[in-house]
């Protein structure tokens, strides 16, 4: 995740992802990643039965999950601008939240 973590300095705006070659790596690189993250929620998600990450409300999970799908099976409906402001917006806020599930579970264990 910290691929986008704050932005990045390779892409100061949604269209840097498309504007060059780079961009558009970087575009994929971060996809991949939220892919990823997306496709471990959603298998966390099931195996609990939704009961783990119920216990994090102020992660919108069905959002992460919905990403993550749009990337696996629509990957031509991507939006460089929705990436830009995940990256902007919830990364750190997510990132924060796994932080403390991994506390959590040191704590339990």
Excluded at 15 to 29: K, M, Y
Aim: glycine residues 6%; hydrophobic residues 40%; charged residues 25%.
């Amino acid at each position: 995740m910290s691929a986008c973590r704050g932005g990045s300095p390779r892409c100061g705006s949604p269209e840097d992802f498309i504007a060059t070659e780079e961009g558009r790596e970087h575009l994929d690189s971060i996809s991949m990643v939220l892919l990823s993250v997306g496709e471990a929620f959603r298998q966390i998600n099931e195996k609990t039965q939704g009961e783990f990450l119920k216990q994090y409300p102020e992660i919108p999970w069905r959002a992460v999950i919905g990403m993550r799908n749009i990337l696996a099976h629509d990957y031509f409906d991507v939006n460089e601008k929705v990436i830009f402001n995940t990256c902007e917006a919830h990364i750190m806020p997510l990132m924060d939240t796994v932080r403390r599930m991994l506390a959590d579970l040191e704590t339990d264990s």
